[in-house]
């Protein structure tokens, strides 16, 4: 594991990844043509799809899914349903324009594309699903259906 301090000032961010993976042959740093597939890639796109980060709660009344999505506007977000029952939540976070006098001391925030998708349960009522932006947090509600009482028919005993 290498963790190497670039000056004589700690700053946590200068630390280097460990990548459990470096020097194996199905490692980060391995080629397409590899026997195995690559793990551990770190292109901006498996950034920004690893940085959607999303809770999911269930209520009596629904399930409740919460997206950090700093920065979106509403209409850089799609919440959709597919095959019935699989909500898919994706988006764009474009990156920053440079301009041609920027000097960029660092660069941590993910811009790409993300992409989550949830199977939903059965007694989930997708044809009313809702969705709200506030505060950079998308909040779609699923509603569930009632729970259904078992019809209880008395038998008289006899004898």
Known sequence: MSLIRRSNVFDPFSLD???PFQGFPFGSGSSSNSLFPSFASTNSETAAFAGA????KETPE???FKADVPGLKKEEVKVEVE???VLQISGE???EQE???DKWHRVERS???FMRRFRLPENAKTEQISAAMENGVLIVTVPKEEAKKPDVKSIQISG
Do not use: Q, T, Y
């Open 99 to 101: 301009e041609k006098n």
């Open 17 to 19: 990844l460990w990548d």
């Open 53 to 56: 980060r999303i809770d999911w």
């Open 83 to 85: 095959d019935g029952n």
């Open 93 to 95: 976070r474009n990156k």
């Open 62 to 64: 629904a399930h409740v």
């Open 111 to 113: 811009s790409g594309k």
